[in-house]
């Protein structure tokens, strides 16, 4: 099995696989200042719910290296500002906030121990977090493909891959694990515009582990469904409410009710740091909008009117009762959801 | 109003906007063959199953035009050959037949006339077909504007409009006469991957026109849907079964599908000429297959790994039960429909 590492640390710095050349280049990039990581989770350098909560604790790690406090205090005030600053990337995945406040609480409680001390700890738990959700992925792999008809045509959305977490994927995960049992006939990819993250991540994934798909334009998975042609859907999550409504990328509440119309199971992958508990439902999640110029461009080439106003939400919500399962790492949890 | 004209006659050629350059620049271009024609529907330069039918019909006048028969029998040898390879370019849209089958008649009908009479007779059948479709979407746009809430927010696919007729169009014909009467709040535009005819022609044709309207990408629409801001879903159609079943561009259906479970009411607008009274049901529309690079590439920008295969019907399939009413040029029509 190649191995997908889109966040690791080198020595003295985070190296991130730059996603948005993928898949025409393999480019990674160096990471010393926290500003810098936020900017890369900004612009998509490396996406993904878990992934970015990794990298955000990497961020931490950093500015407690870059940081010239030389008491507890000064310290906690320049690792406030970073935290902030990391949390201002993105508002809908709630891994972000997670790890951040992991973090920020490993410092506060290191109040006794030496300025030193304290930037190791953090970096400690930047990698702490990197190795429990390469781990959360590798468990609820394995739960999930026992929910895996052997022949299975899965339709996934997105990328909840390798890429978008610590390695291995939640959705992707999933597929993969069923994959090693011989339960894969396809995979079909939706392109997921605006970004292409299915075009342009999941397929490439698909293709590096030789795993058996088919691209297709968002527009055309329910006339796949109508076909037949799938046993079920899995997507990932970028955060999950109490009563288990799920906010994740634009398209995945139209595929929940595409499959109910069609009678297939929509699954959720995700480990438990994508479940925000003081969200009561999904309607309480704050959902991303991206920039109009991801809608009225095709690549570099404007394809709309620039006078034509552009609705760019980055996620939706599907509601929990259209969610068949939500598989985690710690077992595959059946609805009512109460988290 | 400003006058758009995809298709149009001039002394003795044919002129035709080049759609693929849209929005980026107006540009027309001159046919004097039947096979520039055939090549201009291949490629899209005109599409939209009315403006195709239109334009295969001025290719049959071009091929009388073209041909040195000077017997009746050999003028009808060259009108089949150059029927034959207007039908070969895409097989989903009726009216393309249709319009063939029409010239041809008149040709067949006129054998005990000059070749010069019937030449003349094959330019006067397009002249009458354009004309046709042009007072047929005014109809169909009469109609279908009253059907239309005050107010009314509209969602629409692809593009059914002044671009994919003779001009006005079949959906956003329906969407022009109703803004002429000032009922429409807002026309949401599917940009409509992979060949984005929702940005690059609908979003211009609503500049152009002056009618309120926001870009979303397909995925998006659902979510729309959801937060209770769409009152209508209107679409055009490439055929149209006897039992009422619609084939129209790929993702039609989804809609369906969604407005259905939004309890939003779903339309189709459409001339005569797009009703396939010879196929029982949508199971036994010809569904064209587009190449594999429309969908792996995102403009000049490839997107997918080149390995990665690829589905790309261009059109799909909804069945009657999700179509609320079918808005013709003879009035609207509502299930159960038996043409």
Not at 101 to 108: G, I, N, P, W, Y
Not at 220 to 225: E, L, N, Q, R
């Amino acid at each position: 099995m190649t191995v997908i590492e889109p966040v690791r640390w080198s020595g003295d710095h985070l190296v991130l696989l730059d996603q948005t050349r993928l898949p025409r280049e393999e480019t990674s990039r160096e990471y010393r200042k926290w500003e810098d990581v936020a900017e890369a989770i900004r612009t998509l350098v490396v996406r993904g719910a878990p992934a970015i909560g990794v990298s955000a604790a990497f961020g931490m790690a950093l500015a407690a290296r870059e940081s010239r406090a030389e008491t507890i205090d000064d310290l906690l005030t320049d690792l406030d500002a970073a935290s902030k600053g990391l949390a201002a990337t993105r508002p809908t995945a709630v891994n972000l906030f997670w790890a951040l406040d992991r973090v920020r609480r490993v410092a506060e409680a290191a109040r006794d121990q030496s300025v030193a001390d304290i930037r190791q700890r953090l970096l400690s738990e930047a990698h702490a977090i990197l190795d429990e959700d390469l781990a959360a992925n590798r468990a609820l792999g394995d739960h999930g493909a026992m929910l895996v008809p052997s022949h299975a045509r899965i339709l996934t959305h997105c990328n909840a891959g390798a890429l978008a977490t610590a390695g291995y994927g939640t959705a992707l995960g999933v597929i993969r694990a069923a994959h090693e049992r011989g339960k894969v006939a396809l995979v079909w990819v939706d392109e997921t515009r605006p970004v292409m993250q299915g075009s342009r991540l999941t397929a490439w994934e698909m293709v590096v582990e030789g795993i058996p798909h088919r691209l297709i334009p968002d527009v055309a998975a329910g006339s796949v469904m109508a076909r037949g042609e799938v046993d079920m859907v899995i997507t990932g999550a970028d955060r999950i409410a109490a009563n288990g409504d799920t906010a994740n990328k634009i398209g995945t509440y139209s595929l929940a009710v595409l499959a109910a119309h069609h009678r297939v199971p929509f699954y959720v992958a995700a480990p438990f740091s994508t479940i925000d508990p003081s969200l009561a439902s999904g309607a309480q999640i704050p959902i991303e909008e991206r920039d109009a110029a991801e809608v009225r461009r095709v690549g570099a080439q404007q394809t709309a009117p620039s006078a034509s106003p552009v609705f760019n939400p980055a996620f939706d919500v599907t509601p929990a009762r259209l969610i068949a399962a939500i598989i985690t790492e710690r077992g595959v949890v059946r609805p009512p959801y109460r988290f």
